[in-house]
């Protein structure tokens, strides 16, 4: 299994409620539709973290693929630049990092 894990911070002109809005309601189901994409989570940075300090990232989105020609297919595809190209709207790529993992389950 290979996972896509991607750390997003929001553009500065956002509020956090603003970009968590986006990315739950109208990117999530744009980058749902890239094909050969077994599993798509968005992990947002809870309310109560926000007061407590500012966090280094907005969020990590986890994507899974069966293997790396799956996902090597995937990102070849329409849709897969159109998520790219909607991420414009509301990530700062200057501050996101994109790690690209093998998947090793410890606990099961």
Same mark, same amino acid.
Not at 65 to 78: G, Q
């Given at each position: 299994m290979v996972k896509l894990i991607y750390c997003i911070n929001r553009k500065s002109e956002l509020s956090v409620e603003e970009f968590h809005r986006y990315w739950r309601e109208t990117h999530g189901p744009i980058a749902a539709r890239i094909p050969g994409v077994r599993r798509y989570v968005q992990c947002h940075v809870t309310p109560a973290f926000y007061t407590a300090r500012t966090p280094e990232y907005d969020g990590a989105a986890e994507?899974?693929?069966?293997?790396?020609? *799956?996902? /090597?297919? *995937?990102?070849?595809?329409?849709? /897969?630049?159109? /998520? *790219?190209?909607?991420?414009k709207q509301f990530i700062d790529h200057s501050r996101s990092v994109l790690i690209l993992t093998e998947e090793h389950a410890v606990i099961e």
């Open positions: 994507l899974w693929f069966d293997d790396m020609e *799956a996902f /090597a297919a *995937a990102v070849r595809t329409p849709e /897969a630049r159109e /998520a *790219a190209e909607d991420e």
